[in-house]
């Protein structure tokens, strides 16, 4: 049996192996090939025999996926695979709450690669199998194992190049496009949501919209309307309002049809937060309807079922799961004195986020740490939060996989934004923490940054990044 380390490096093995023969600033659709594992993966999804939901958009997809399989898991055991991971890879695949175990991980592994092996040996030297189809396999056998009753998976970057997309589903969630992955899925915004649309493939009960750009959703709804699949878009068949943020998450109000529920709360700070909720409570509701499992069980013998007793009982079931939701490094506060903020953020749109919760929380100046390679909006990001910087510094990741260069600093120079350079978090981290009035943090980047800082925080003593640590 493969060992941990064969194991994940064999998730990724067949694609390196290619990248020697071809260029990878190619396309998706020049480097994916998810035709390679079609049929296993839909042979497996046959066998499994149990409804799926398959997640895509460019941010807060990964948050929807963890709200709705922590709020499903009232009714059902539920499968869960994500990515990317921040400490261990074995965080990508849950059953019922639960991650994988070292030893199911490996011993699965072998599994799929005995499923792979032949058509791994008949392949040119510059074509792979995906690094995702590999995990939908593995995904499917862990959940099976399991006894899963319903079974969520999120997608990579795209929807059409990915093998994620095989997975046979009763529904879709497309959370907010934004214009990224510029090189793997398209030159334009257009480009990538036609890419992502892929995930409408005419076979589900229903997919769930968020909120769009005009050019994005008319997109979306075209191709649904095509393939006859109905939709529920956010803003308009259920909303989230009046959303309020403080330092212990995001309060809003739910209204979808006859459901109507105030003052939720989910730890999770944000306002996107509240929209990424709303797309989960949407798509939780109609599937409890579908299977008739509006909870009634907790009732005693002689109460009175109303349906207003119904549905106050299924808020009293909601509020206890949603307070029970944690993301680690999205929007995360590791700490209130001094205040420190640790996001995956990556686009100037979720800086805007960030913006928004410093602007609620009464926070007008910090030092700002950006770790995102130079292939992602690190411009923007750095434009967004240069206002409210006391001093920006940049930094990079240890990940080899990301690219960080000089080319960052001359473009931000030439926009007249001072910065500091720094060749890693450490570094980055002690020039914050050496001040000697030190201001809120924040720490913005990739999730490999993301998870360094998760790392320091967890060997670091009564507060994250101490100076003398």
Known sequence: MMNRKEAEDYVYASYLKASRFRDDRAPDSQIRNPRLTKDLIQRLSDEAGIPAIVITGSKGKGSVAVILAELLRSSFKVGLMTSPHLLSFCERFQADGCRISDEDFCRLMDRVKELLDPIEASLSPDVCISPMGIQTLLALLYFKEKGTQINIFECGKGAR?????????????????LSEHLRELGPDLKSIARDKSHVISGQERCVYIARQEDEV?????????????????????FQADQIRLDKKGTVFNFVMGHYRMTDLRIPLP???????????????????????????????????????????HLSVSIRKRLSRVRRTGRMEILSESPFILLDACIHAESALQIRQLLAALKINQACIIIGIPDDKDFEGVARVMN????????????NPHYIFTDRQKERLKARGIRIRQTDCLSQALSLWAGRDQK???????????????????????????????
């Open 270 to 312: 944000g306002g996107f937060q509240a929209e990424n909720c709303a797309l989960a409570l949407a798509i939780y509701l109609d599937i409890l309807e579908q299977y008739d499992m509006i909870p009634q069980k907790a009732y005693l013998p002689g109460d009175s079922i109303t349906e207003e007793s119904i549905k106050n």
């Open 387 to 398: 206002p409210l910087a006391s001093e920006l510094i940049l930094t990079r990741s240890r």
């Open 217 to 237: 959703m008319e997109i979306l709804l075209e191709r649904a309307d095509r393939l006859g699949v109905p939709v529920r878009c956010l803003g308009k068949d």
């Open 161 to 177: 190049y990915d093998d994620v997309n095989q997975v046979k589903r009763e529904y879709a969630i497309i959370n907010r496009i």
């Open 439 to 469: 201001d809120p943090l924040i720490i913005l980047g990739t999730t490999s940054l993301v998870s360094e800082a998760e790392q320091i925080v967890s060997t670091s003593g009564d507060h994250p990044f101490h100076p003398c640590r």
